[in-house]
């Protein structure tokens, strides 16, 4: 299954074609509004992969409030090699 996925995302030019295992930490994360279960999140993030320099960039993502991300969480990602913004994150990871 895993071969198929990659031979998908190479043919219709997935930026994560060919990605690597990383990590992703957590530097900085907005704090949720007082109201609303789902909320989008700013975050300042380090991705570090084998074989590349670590990057920090800016992102947005939708969390319910139980599961806010806070700094210094690392979570284990898929970073592309060619492209690196180009980021997939395993929150489902991220602890309760």
């Known amino acids: 299954m895993d071969d198929t996925s990659e031979w998908l995302e190479r043919v219709t030019g997935d930026p994560l074609a060919g990605a690597v295992r990383g990590e992703v930490e957590?530097?900085?994360a907005s704090e949720p509004a007082r109201r609303g279960r789902y909320q989008e999140c700013r975050l300042e993030v380090r991705v570090t992969a084998p074989?590349?320099?670590?990057v920090t960039m800016a992102m947005d993502a939708v969390f319910p409030r139980s599961r806010w991300p806070?700094?210094?969480m690392v979570l284990p990602a898929r970073v592309s090699r060619a492209d690196p913004p180009a980021v997939e994150v395993d929150w489902e990871r991220m602890p309760v």
């Open 26 to 28: 957590v530097l900085t």
């Open 51 to 54: 074989e590349r320099e670590p």
């Open 70 to 72: 806070r700094p210094g």
